[in-house]
């Protein structure tokens, strides 16, 4: 069964630290690429950052260049977020997705395999 799982989300405060993670339950999970996405409170989804299952490519959005690093695990099929320096606007439900390709898309509907996401709430 492919099965994407976050764990790690919860209140924090700014200008901390926090890591996302993502068990993978995925067969051939070194032909994916693995994303991650975040939905805050009256927006829509947006891409965060990609990268290939080899971890050789990665490409983030601006918003989080700088302050967020995605990395993978391709031994335990394991997806992190390792949020630095983050801001109440970081504030959101982040989901990890997965596509069966090469290419770091940056729109969601590439992605056909979804997490149910975790809250992240980062006060002031």
């Known amino acids: 069964q492919v099965q994407l799982v976050e764990s790690g989300g919860g209140l924090v405060q700014a200008g901390g630290s926090l890591r996302l993670t993502c068990a993978a339950s995925?067969?051939?999970?070194?032909?994916?690429?693995m994303a991650w996405f975040r939905q805050a409170p009256g927006k829509e989804r947006e891409f965060v950052a990609a990268?290939?299952?080899?971890?050789?490519?990665?490409h983030y959005a601006d918003a989080v260049r700088g302050r967020f690093t995605i990395s993978i695990d391709n031994v335990e099929n394991m997806v992190y977020l390792q949020m630095n320096s983050r801001f109440p606007d970081d504030t959101a439900v982040y989901y990890c997705?997965?596509?069966?390709?090469?290419?770091?898309?940056?729109?969601?509907?590439?992605?056909?395999?979804w997490g149910q996401g975790t809250q992240v709430t980062v006060s002031s």
């Open positions: 997705a997965a596509d069966q390709s090469y290419y770091l898309h940056v729109a969601e509907r590439m992605y056909d395999i």
């Open positions: 995925i067969r051939n999970f070194r032909s994916y690429t």
């Open positions: 990268a290939h299952w080899s971890g050789a490519t990665t």
